[in-house]
């Protein structure tokens, strides 16, 4: 299972982003599409999860703002960022739970300024 992600980039306080995980399976395979993020300094972190069911849960920092959705037909999993903040600076990893082994992308760097 090979998972890309791209999509991350510069952006000032308030602007939005879509972060994009394509992955080499069929989406359905995947019980758990995830992001994470890990700023400077700071330990990986859970941001959004979607479930194959459709259940999203989110951290309490990105609620309201950040939204994970899955594309079917194309295989990937996004996840839309609006009214971005400088805290939300960091590199963001997608990862999909197939099975019972979890696996991740490269990551993209999201920078925002202030």
């Known amino acids: 299972v090979q998972l890309q992600a791209s999509g991350g980039g510069y952006v000032q306080s308030g602007g939005s982003l879509r972060l994009s995980c394509a992955a080499s399976?069929?989406?359905?395979?995947?019980?758990?599409a995830s992001w994470y993020r890990q700023a400077p300094g700071k330990q990986r972190e859970l941001v959004a999860d979607s479930t194959r069911g459709g259940t999203t849960t989110y951290a309490d920092s990105v609620k309201g703002r950040f939204s994970i959705s899955r594309d079917n037909t194309k295989n990937t999993v996004f996840l839309q960022m609006n009214n971005l903040q400088p805290e939300d600076t960091a590199v963001y990893y997608c990862s999909g739970l197939v099975l019972s082994t979890q696996y991740w992308g490269q990551g993209t760097e999201v920078t925002v300024s202030s």
């Open positions: 399976v069929s989406i359905f395979s995947i019980k758990n």
